[in-house]
């Protein structure tokens, strides 16, 4: 696999394979944990706003054991200032992200950890992708035929993508995009 991303040096994808596992009751108290955590070093900064997004904020989905956080701040010039507390809690940074509307974090990737435990995406406050995920995440979580769909589709994507997290994550989009167009407004 040829990332068209840059990714930081040591980095192996066969460490850092993609797997589908059960839902794990515990998600949802590993999410409270790390937002108190985030509360406090984030306290100085105003108006931010803080989710649990993604497959693991889903009763009963099997997902990556991966815990996905959004944060939001009233306006992206707070961004820069979030970058240094939410390293102390052991977020490394994606500074070449290519994807300008956010910021992302990781926690445990290899060759930074053993693996990946928590994700943060710092999103425009009531941006599109704010909007966006908690509509895919509330959607699934009413619909239980299509999460059960979902995880299918992502069982499935997991072998075929094992160690391609791109494409993984663009063969998720036409799901994803259909759910999507079901949703009023």
């Known amino acids: ?7 930081p040096p040591g980095y192996d994808p066969q460490k850092d394979k993609i797997e589908i596992v ?11 944990q790390e ?5 406090k070093v984030l306290k100085e900064i105003p108006q931010f706003h803080i989710e649990h997004f993604g497959s693991t904020s889903v009763p009963g989905l099997g997902a990556k054991p991966i815990i996905d956080i959004m944060i939001a701040v009233e306006s992206r010039d707070f961004w820069p200032i979030l970058i240094e507390p ?41 941006g599109f992708r704010w909007k966006r995920e908690r509509l895919f995440r509330d959607y699934l979580r009413v619909h239980i035929d ?19 997290r791109e494409a993984y994550t663009e063969a998720k989009t036409e799901f994803i ?9």
């Open 1 to 7: 696999m040829t990332s068209k991303y840059k990714v």
């Open 22 to 32: 059960e839902y794990d009751p515990r998600w949802p108290e590993l999410y409270f």
């Open 35 to 39: 937002e108190a955590r985030l509360q």
């Open 86 to 126: 939410i390293k102390t809690l052991g977020y490394n940074h994606w500074e070449d992200n290519p994807k300008k509307d956010e910021m992302f974090f990781v926690k445990g990737m290899p060759p930074f950890g053993e693996k990946r435990t928590h994700h943060i995406h710092v999103l425009d406050f009531q």
């Open 146 to 164: 299509e999460a059960r769909k979902y995880e299918v589709l992502k069982r499935k994507l997991s072998v075929k993508f094992s160690t391609d």
């Open 177 to 185: 995009n259909s759910i999507h167009s079901q949703i009023p407004g």
